[in-house]
């Protein structure tokens, strides 16, 4: 096994030899620098290409997020919820404000649902008009009820409804970071 071995080396060595005796210098040169070029290339490249296919194969992330006491939304009008949170895009974190609007709901097993304040139509925020009994999104019009259905306008979908849950007297929202 050795003796085999040692005539794949010495058959390596000769064509190594035979190559060098038919290569010129200068050629040799352009052959080295252009390995090393693409060597360079290749690990600029990685990281930018990296960074720009990061975002594409991470899964979007819920998150719980505190929002009061559930006394706080046992109302008649639906009540607007704010939190801070830690929004992650890429390789970027930032610290955003945000909000939901929590609505007393005897239906639901917890006896509350929460609507994200995001209008379906193009993500403006939607407000809570009392006069109309109303979500209402003031860029085109869109109007939902109570319960987040469309009720008039362009909007293509209801208001979408988020993960709630009641522990340790706290009620807290899933939302997407």
């Given at each position: 096994m050795t003796s085999n071995m040692t005539d794949?080396?010495?058959?390596?060595v000769e064509q190594i030899d035979e190559l060098s005796e038919n290569l010129p210098r200068r050629g040799f040169l352009k052959i080295a620098i252009g390995l090393l070029n693409?060597?360079?290339a290749l690990a600029l490249a990685v990281p930018g290409v990296a960074y720009l296919l990061t975002p594409v194969f991470q899964k979007g992330s819920s998150t719980w997020i505190?929002?009061?006491r559930p006394a706080d939304f046992i109302k008649t009008e639906p009540q607007k919820a704010?939190?801070?949170?830690?929004?992650?895009?890429?390789y970027s974190r930032k610290e955003k404000n945000g909000f939901v609007w929590v609505?007393?709901?005897?239906?639901s097993p917890d006896g509350l649902t929460a609507f994200s304040a995001v209008c379906s139509h193009t993500g403006c925020n939607v407000a809570w008009r009392a006069a109309a009994a109303?979500?209402?999104c003031p860029c085109h019009g869109g109007r939902y009820s109570k319960k987040g259905e469309v009720v008039a306008g362009p909007p293509p979908r209801p208001l979408t409804k988020l993960g709630l849950k009641i522990e340790n007297g706290q009620v807290s929202v899933r939302i997407q970071s």
């Open positions: 794949e080396v010495k058959s390596m693409g060597v360079l505190k929002v009061g704010t939190f801070k949170y830690i929004s992650e895009s890429g609505v007393a709901d005897p239906d109303l979500f209402v």
